[in-house]
């Protein structure tokens, strides 16, 4: 955890990084069982117990948000990924900010001088500031 409060965006590239390689695992095991049918390989107890867990409580997130905040998946997946950008940057948003729900993304216009007229924002929960992507 002191890692994680004095290099955020180091420590959550990691676990990001962690993350996708359980998913990739987990996918490959799966292809092992459904193309070839061998269900006693060595990966398949190691992927199931590492992600598992994970996968659980990424759908969970994923209903939450669609609930109680009308988020399809893939919104949900680019505010992740936005917030992720901005912990620890000149924004302020903080390594806690990325638990708070009030971190949404809106859809915003931007200045006419981009060729974009829609633009990213993230409201910070701790800081209140708006920031524009």
């Given at each position: 955890?002191?890692?994680?409060?004095?290099?955020?965006?180091?420590?959550?590239n990691e676990v990001n990084q962690a993350f996708?390689?359980?998913?990739?695992?987990?996918?490959?095991?799966?292809?092992?069982?459904?193309?070839?049918?061998?269900?006693?390989?060595?990966?398949?107890?190691?992927?199931?117990?590492?992600?598992?867990?994970?996968?659980?409580?990424?759908?969970?997130?994923?209903?939450?948000?669609?609930?109680?905040?009308?988020?399809?998946?893939?919104?949900?997946?680019?505010?992740?990924?936005?917030?992720?950008?901005?912990?620890?940057?000149?924004?302020?948003?903080?390594?806690?900010?990325?638990?708070?729900?009030?971190?949404?993304?809106?859809?915003?216009?931007?200045?006419?001088?981009s060729a974009d007229s829609l633009g990213t924002a993230c409201r910070?929960?701790?800081?209140?500031?708006?920031?524009?992507?």
């Amino acid at each position: 955890m002191t890692d994680l409060v004095q290099n955020p965006v180091k420590q959550l590239n990691e676990v990001n990084q962690a993350f996708r390689i359980a998913m990739r695992r987990l996918y490959r095991t799966r292809n092992i069982v459904l193309h070839g049918g061998a269900t006693q390989g060595v990966a398949l107890d190691a992927s199931l117990r590492t992600t598992a867990p994970l996968l659980g409580a990424g759908l969970d997130r994923i209903v939450h948000a669609s609930y109680t905040e009308g988020l399809d998946p893939l919104d949900l997946a680019a505010r992740a990924e936005v917030a992720l950008q901005l912990v620890g940057g000149e924004t302020g948003l903080a390594t806690v900010d990325l638990t708070e729900t009030s971190c949404s993304l809106v859809s915003s216009p931007v200045s006419s001088d981009s060729a974009d007229s829609l633009g990213t924002a993230c409201r910070g929960a701790s800081t209140g500031v708006r920031w524009a992507r």
